[in-house]
């Protein structure tokens, strides 16, 4: 019996199309286009809340795009 694979996702900008990111530097979100150096959730409610979040800050709020 196989293990249950871990859900994986990630955000994308609608307007851009780039993934966000967290800039561990500067801790600001940022766009990268590929989806293994973007942010990554575990949950899909937390995904969901953060997008949220984003939108409220940032007055778009992202797609939340599951991983396969």
Avoid: D
């Avoid at 990554?40 to 992202?62: C, K, M, Y």
Wanted: aromatic content about 6%; glycine content about 8%.
């Amino acid at each position: 019996m196989r293990a249950p694979v871990a859900e994986r996702y990630v955000l994308r900008q609608n307007c851009t199309g780039s993934y966000l990111s967290l800039n561990h530097q500067t801790q600001s979100i940022e766009g990268v286009s590929s989806v293994e150096a973007a942010w990554s959730f575990h949950s899909h409610e937390g995904a969901v809340s953060h997008a949220l979040l984003i939108g409220q800050t940032h007055g778009e709020t992202p797609e939340v795009i599951k991983l396969a």
